[in-house]
């Protein structure tokens, strides 16, 4: 059974970093890419960064480029989301997300149960 958990949310004041995991199960990250999106209260979803399955291609969201950093780590089955420089408005839910192919695509196939971030003094 194809698995994703979030891990690595929690409280960190503007300018602080949290690094967010997630863990995959029940399939290899060599077929799949992966994707961080988040929801904030009221807001639509959005895509914040995708790795595709071979690793060698990452893309951003224009509103994290720079401060955050997608990476994968094939033998853990992991995927991190590093991020620096945190914002009021990178408060949100952060799903991590899979699909079979090289790319993130608009409708991903499988989702994790997200991890709270807040970013607040």
């Known amino acids: 059974q194809l698995q994703l958990v979030e891990s690595g949310g929690g409280l960190v004041q503007p300018g602080g970093s949290l690094r967010l995991s997630c863990a995959a199960s029940?399939?290899?990250?060599?077929?799949?890419?992966i994707g961080w999106f988040r929801q904030a209260p009221g807001k639509e979803r959005e895509g914040v960064s995708c790795?595709?399955?071979?690793?060698?291609?990452?893309n951003y969201a224009d509103s994290v480029k720079g401060r955050f950093t997608i990476s994968g780590d094939n033998a853990k089955n992991t995927v991190y989301l590093q991020m620096n420089s945190l914002k009021p408005e990178d408060t949100a839910v952060y799903y991590c997300?899979?699909?079979?192919?090289?790319?993130?695509?608009?409708?991903?196939?499988?989702w994790g149960q997200g991890t709270q971030v807040t970013v607040s003094s």
């Open positions: 029940g399939f290899t990250l060599d077929y799949y890419a």
């Open positions: 997300a899979a699909e079979p192919g090289p790319m993130c695509v608009d409708r991903m196939g499988y």
């Open positions: 790795i595709s399955s071979s690793g060698g291609s990452t």
